[in-house]
């Protein structure tokens, strides 16, 4: 197995991942595949380009078997430290042929050495139900302090 971020190369499976990821939590998605595949090839291009989106991916004998996005947050500068974003994870993704293989534990151990060499403050994800206990593995905690306006 190869941990990486994600290269141009890696869109169209990463947008093929994208909509059975969807589809599998919402199989009565009805939109138009190519629509969505214009608008999430846009997305992928300048979110690979860009440094504010970081895409990691497991391959597994060249086949992306997992993936999970990574933007960062900036905070405000505070005085009498410097101030480092922080990550918040998004689109955690493993094929079903892959689940249970312990490839998002290794994905996930990749990003925290990532974070933590870089200096993120913290990483926060917002996990489904069936997620939780999979984030609890692998030494992530509920927490209670954000509050949400729904709009």
């Known amino acids: 197995m190869r941990i990486r971020q994600a290269h141009l190369e890696d869109i169209e499976a990463l947008i093929l991942m994208r909509w059975e990821l969807t589809l599998e939590h919402q199989p009565e998605t009805s939109d138009d595949f190519e629509l969505f595949a214009a608008e999430c090839r846009t997305f992928l291009e300048e979110a690979i380009r860009g440094e ?3 895409i990691w991916i497991a391959e597994v004998e060249g086949v992306i078997a997992s ?3 990574i933007q960062l947050i900036d905070k405000v500068p ?3 430290r410097v101030t480092y974003p922080f990550a918040y994870m998004t689109n955690v993704y493993t094929d079903p042929a892959y689940r249970s293989q312990g490839i ?3 994905l996930l151990e990749a990003i925290r050495a990532w974070a933590t060499e870089n200096k993120f403050e913290f ?3 917002w996990p489904s139900e069936e997620s939780r206990a ?4 692998n030494g992530y905690a509920l927490c209670n302090d954000p509050m949400a306006l729904q709009l």
């Open 134 to 137: 999979f984030y609890g593995r």
């Open 104 to 106: 998002g534990s290794r």
């Open 78 to 80: 505070r005085p009498g």
């Open 67 to 69: 993936h999970m996005y």
């Open 52 to 54: 504010r989106w970081h």
């Open 123 to 125: 990483i926060i994800v």
